[in-house]
């Protein structure tokens, strides 16, 4: 006999009376609002509050709350009190207010997800400082060395692998995209051991299954619960480990700044600067390969954009006399790439659609927010203040029409178009798939780059249709953590052009 059968039926009784009891003293005597603080949004879930809703509609979910109560209101959701501000605004008060906040989640959950000791921690002095300071190899001339890299080893993967379909192949777009953005963003950032398979076929497989599992340790749940993700953890993280790191070529100058600057840490072990690397490796290619993927998936779908954007190409091509196919090698500038207006335009709008990270920092003390037109909220420490840019995203008053996919919608009389208005002013904030302020994603201008030189070269090299007429739509499981996967691959057709 088990041990709950073996209980008398009084013991029952008591446990759902103290059960009761509890979800009563969390209702009734729970948080009160206070002057000054955005409208409360209790709820009668403990610990996951409105966590649940959101996932499955956050944007519907905020804007219905946006209706009720205004532009700024206090949520409950998975253990914590979440301020959001919707108005876009409004959201530079929070760039405004920085000193006030901190950004927890590449430190605590990050450090927690990728298991390497927490970086704001006195035994490791001013660890990530230097680590934000790293960053700055992610722009500039560094960043035009990684696109030339990115672009090389792109052109030289698709000629190795592709060039033989002369004839109409077929494929998983996105294991397709997978495939080349995991192998070339790989090679251009941690460059190539000379001993080693690709990356991809090596650690490809382990990534995605750990990637599925991101969400849950995102969620800070214990990776003990989570069947053979922590062996899969440690044989990614093994991957990385710095002997076998420094046999790699032609490593990226971010990549090795950090691979010195760990070594100058003592009392970091091999371990842990391993588990940093992957970290970095993870964040890399994570959202980029879905974000490829939609980039590619909606062109697809709209034959009509994928030839103005084709045309695009061609005409650059043509005018620098270059030639994409076997035996030829083409090489283009910054300004060149920035040039292809609807190219990038196509770009924009699917990472409009796509994107739905949650902005969060935690507020280090009570405060008054300053908001625009002389308003301002009480904001509490320990919670959450948040931004939803995917809710500025879907305003029809942002944008006409914000549910339909429109390639041009970023260009205007053939040029780049930023000019966009919520109550008869310019928006500033009008696109944020990489988050804002000091903790804007560093890798921004690389992964753009990344997309545009992959849609560039594919749509050079090959006649491409889609085979499936079905709508793909996105899983719920990543919403809030980036770019939202496809929720099912669809099957394509490329052939080289003649
Ligand atoms: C489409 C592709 C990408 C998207 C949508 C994306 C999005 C984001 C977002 C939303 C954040 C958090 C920012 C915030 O909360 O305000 C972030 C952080 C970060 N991203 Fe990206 N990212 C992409 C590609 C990349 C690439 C290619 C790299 C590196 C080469 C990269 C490196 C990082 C790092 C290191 C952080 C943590 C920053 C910190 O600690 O402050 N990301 N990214």
Redesign the pocket.
């Known amino acids: 006999m088990g041990l709950i059968e073996g209980l008398p039926l009084h013991t029952y009784g008591l446990a759902v009376v103290a059960a009761l009891a509890l979800w009563a003293v969390y209702v009734f005597c729970g948080r009160k609002r206070r002057p000054g603080e955005p409208p409360l949004i209790k709820s009668w879930i403990p610990f996951l509050g409105e966590a649940l809703k959101f996932r499955n509609d956050s944007t519907g979910l905020l804007l219905s709350f946006k209706q009720k109560y205004g532009d700024n209101f206090t949520l409950y959701m998975t253990g914590k009190y979440i301020t959001f501000l919707m108005n876009p605004l409004q959201f530079g008060s929070i760039i405004r207010s920085n000193k006030h906040l901190e950004?927890e989640?590449?430190d605590q959950a990050?450090s927690k997800a990728f298991d390497f000791p927490p970086t704001v921690n006195e035994k490791f002095p001013e660890l990530n400082e230097h680590?934000?300071r790293m960053?700055q190899y992610?722009l500039g001339k560094p960043l035009d060395t990684l696109s030339d890299k990115m672009m090389k080893t792109l052109q030289d993967l698709l000629k190795e692998r592709f060039s033989q379909a002369t004839d109409w192949k077929m494929e998983k777009l996105h294991k397709f995209c997978f495939t080349l953005i995991f192998e070339a963003?790989f090679r251009t950032?941690y460059g190539s051991d000379p001993d080693s398979c690709n990356a991809v076929d090596v650690i490809g497989d382990k990534f995605i299954k750990f990637d599925a599992k991101f969400p849950l340790l995102a969620l800070k749940v214990p990776i003990a619960f989570l069947g053979s993700t922590k062996r899969i953890r440690k044989e990614l993280i093994d991957f990385f480990y710095p002997k076998k790191m420094s046999k790699c070529l032609e490593v990226s100058e971010?990549v090795q700044n950090r691979m010195d600057l760990f070594e100058m840490y003592k009392q970091l072990g091999e371990y842990d600067k391993a588990a940093h690397h992957f970290a970095?490796m993870w964040?890399?290619?994570a959202?980029?390969i879905p974000?490829t993927f939609w980039a590619m998936y909606y062109l697809l779908r709209h034959p009509e954009a994928l030839e103005v954007v084709r045309d695009e190409i061609d005409h650059l091509l043509q005018s620098t006399g270059q030639k994409m196919g076997p035996g030829y090698s083409v090489c283009l500038t910054r300004e060149q790439l920035d040039n292809l207006v609807y190219l990038e335009s196509a770009v924009n709008e699917s990472?409009r659609l796509c994107?739905s990270?949650l902005?969060?920092r935690s507020i280090k003390k009570d405060f008054m927010l300053k908001l625009e037109g002389n308003l301002e909220i009480s904001l509490r420490k320990g919670d959450w203040i948040a931004l939803f840019p995917a809710t500025v995203h879907m305003d029809p008053e942002v944008y006409e029409d914000p549910k339909n996919y429109k390639f041009d919608r970023y260009v205007e009389d053939g040029k780049r178009r930023t000019s966009f208005y919520k109550q008869g002013r310019k928006l500033k904030y009008f696109l944020m798939?990489?988050?804002?302020?000091s903790?804007?994603?560093?890798?921004?201008f690389?992964?753009?780059n990344?997309?545009k030189i992959f849609l560039f070269f594919l749509l050079s090299y090959f006649d491409v249709e889609i085979m499936e007429d079905k709508e793909v739509r996105s899983d719920k499981s990543r919403i809030g953590l980036?770019?939202k996967l496809p929720d099912s691959d669809v099957i394509f057709r490329y052939r080289v052009r003649s």
Do not use: K
Not at 433 to 437: C, V
């Open positions: 950004f989640f590449s990050g680590l934000h960053y992610l963003s950032l971010v970095f964040a890399s290619v959202n980029t974000a990472l994107s990270s902005s969060v798939p990489f988050g804002f302020g903790n804007i994603c560093p890798g921004r690389f992964a753009v990344e997309i980036g770019i």
